[in-house]
């Protein structure tokens, strides 16, 4: 396999290109260092990539790049490149959501259209459902996003089914439900609560935390990831979660356990664009993906916790 890995210095794209190099891949890593959070964090997240002879990195936004050479010789395009954050992508800050969501999604669909790859796999997110879905949320629901970083994930879900429709580009794409793990960014809730703690510092919770999520550790999102390269069946969707839906005061909870430590916590009211629950059917994900989440909440909590503890103390 020769991988194209867009977003390559990132959490969940750094992890992935490791894993494809360990498989016997060789990885083109594309990223362009959005300011969104510290370039020293990503830079630390591609420092043992660098130094594999099979990696490559490219320092460039998709929508400025000259894609052809790029993409010549690569049979396989992981697309994890974009902008994060559902509260920041309010207001005037929507034009980088749209900008590095869809207008980069686009260009690298009509890329591959003029160089033929074995699949394209998107990384979506569980925000393109919203709250009007039934739980668990299923593939097939009537998406209704409730933040404009949603509605820019969605728009990228409709250029892939275009593209495979029309062109017949192999695009698959994978709903993330709440990512989390070492290299978690932090801006992130586990990353922000486990660092409060470390830190003797008060954490802020926003809502009742009574909310809930399916979080999804790192490891298992990524292997879905790799699976859906040969597994994966174009034009299809598929739901990655692990299976520990819980609300955010039992994580508060499993908090205080894995790092033996005490937590203020400081409420403030909930925050437009969060929804209240997701909960991932990964039926689809198990049957053809052979998706299998292995890692337990608490096991995650504690892997991301000792990662932490390495770079804040």
């Known amino acids: 396999m020769n991988a194209l890995v867009t977003g390559a210095a990132g959490f969940v794209g750094s992890t992935l290109a490791e ?155 994978l709903r993330y439900f709440t990512v989390y793990g070492p290299r978690q960014r932090p801006d992130m809730g586990f990353h922000l609560f486990l660092k409060a703690a470390l830190q003797g510092k008060p954490i802020q919770v926003y809502g009742d935390g009574e909310q809930t999520r399916d979080f999804t550790f790192v490891a298992d999102a990524v292997g879905a990831t790799a699976a859906a390269a040969t597994r994966g069946v174009p034009g299809r969707v598929y739901n990655i979660g692990g299976g520990s839906r819980v609300s955010l005061n039992h994580v508060l909870a499993l908090i205080v356990k894995t790092t033996g430590r005490q937590i203020e916590i400081r409420r403030g009211p909930a925050q437009k664009g969060d929804m209240r629950d997701t909960y991932a059917d990964t039926s689809a994900a198990r049957a053809d993906l052979r998706f299998a989440p292995s890692v337990s909440l608490e096991q995650g909590l504690d892997a991301e916790y000792q990662w932490l503890k390495t770079v804040y103390t």
């Not at 020293?40 to 490559?56: C, D, M, T, V, Y």
């Not at 974009?82 to 749209?98: C, E, H, L, M």
Request: glycine share 6%; hydrophobic share 40%.
């Open 19 to 173: 894993r494809l190099i360990g498989e016997g891949a060789s990885v083109v890593g594309i990223d362009c260092f959005t300011d969104y959070y510290p370039r020293s964090i990503k830079e630390a997240n591609l420092a043992g990539l660098r130094r594999q002879p099979r990696f490559r990195f490219v320092e460039a936004a998709i929508q400025q790049c000259e894609l052809d050479p790029l993409l010549d010789g690569i049979t396989h395009v992981f697309h994890l490149a974009a902008q994060a954050g559902v509260r920041k992508s309010w207001g005037r800050d929507f034009q980088i959501y749209t900008v590095n969501n869809i207008d980069a999604t686009q260009m690298l669909l009509e890329a591959c259209v003029r160089h033929p790859v074995e699949r394209f796999v998107y990384a979506s997110s569980s925000s393109v459902y919203g709250d009007n879905v039934p739980l668990p949320m299923r593939e097939a629901s009537l998406l209704q996003p409730v933040s404009p970083y949603g509605v820019s994930k969605l728009a990228a879900e409709h250029l892939c089914s275009l593209y495979y429709v029309n062109f017949g580009v192999p695009t698959t794409w």
